[in-house]
């Protein structure tokens, strides 16, 4: 046995919380790395479709329904305006 293959790392993670001004806060992500940057990036972006989510699904949930006869309007005029196209 090696020493590489029995050995383990086991980091622990320190959370720290602090105040900082939007400026500073802009000043520190510029200074990222690209790779942190981009990591970054796809953090925000997932958090960010993720809230457009499901404020669209809201949207949707709460918006109009069709009743049955509106329903049936519809198809009746889908069929009309197919059998316009094929003449």
Do not use: H, Y
Not at 51 to 59: G, M, Q
């Amino acid at each position: 046995m090696t020493f590489e293959s029995n050995f383990f790392c086991i980091f622990d993670i320190m959370q720290a919380q602090i105040d900082i001004g939007f400026e500073e806060l802009v000043k520190l992500v510029k200074a990222l790395p690209s790779n942190q940057l981009q990591k970054l990036r796809s953090e925000i972006d997932r958090k960010t479709n993720t809230a457009k989510s499901e404020a669209l699904e809201s949207l949707l949930l709460k918006g109009p329904v069709a009743t049955k006869k509106q329903l049936e309007t519809i198809e009746s005029n889908r069929q009309m305006i197919n059998q316009w196209r094929q003449v």
